[in-house]
C-alpha cells in the first residue's frame, strides 16, 4: 500500500490501523467480493451505525454511506483527528 492511499470513508491518509470494508457484508453473501481500505476508527463507526441488513440493501456503495447523517457527521469529527487516532468510546452496536 502507497503512503498516498486515503481512506474511502474520511479521506485522511490510511494510518494506524487499516481495515477493509466488505461493501457487502460477508454474513449476507459479500465474501470474495471488493472490499475497500477504511481506518479502523471509520470501519466501526459504520458498523455501528448500519446493520448488516441496511448495508447490503441501503448502504452498499461508499456515496451511499458517506450521505449518512450520522456518518457525516462523525467525518467532519473524524477528518480533524490524527490518522492513527481510534477513540476507544466508539462502540459497536448489539
Keep these: 500500500m502507497e503512503n498516498s492511499e486515503k481512506?474511502?470513508?474520511c479521506g485522511r491518509e490510511l494510518g494506524g490501523e487499516i481495515s477493509r470494508h466488505?461493501?457487502?457484508?460477508?454474513?449476507?453473501?459479500g465474501a470474495g467480493t471488493e472490499t475497500i481500505p477504511l481506518h479502523k476508527?471509520?470501519?466501526?463507526?459504520?458498523?455501528?451505525?448500519?446493520?448488516?441488513k441496511e448495508l447490503e440493501r441501503e448502504y452498499n456503495t461508499m456515496e451511499?454511506?458517506?450521505g449518512n447523517e450520522e456518518i457525516e457527521k462523525f467525518i467532519n469529527?473524524?477528518?480533524?483527528?490524527?490518522?492513527d487516532f481510534?477513540?476507544?468510546s466508539v462502540k459497536k452496536k448489539k
Excluded: A, F, N
Design 64 to 66: 451511499k454511506i458517506r
Design 77 to 83: 469529527w473524524v477528518k480533524k483527528k490524527p490518522v
Design 7 to 9: 481512506c474511502q470513508l
Design 22 to 29: 466488505h461493501l457487502i457484508p460477508v454474513s449476507r453473501g
Design 41 to 52: 476508527i471509520c470501519h466501526t463507526k459504520v458498523h455501528s451505525v448500519m446493520s448488516e
Design 86 to 88: 481510534y477513540d476507544v
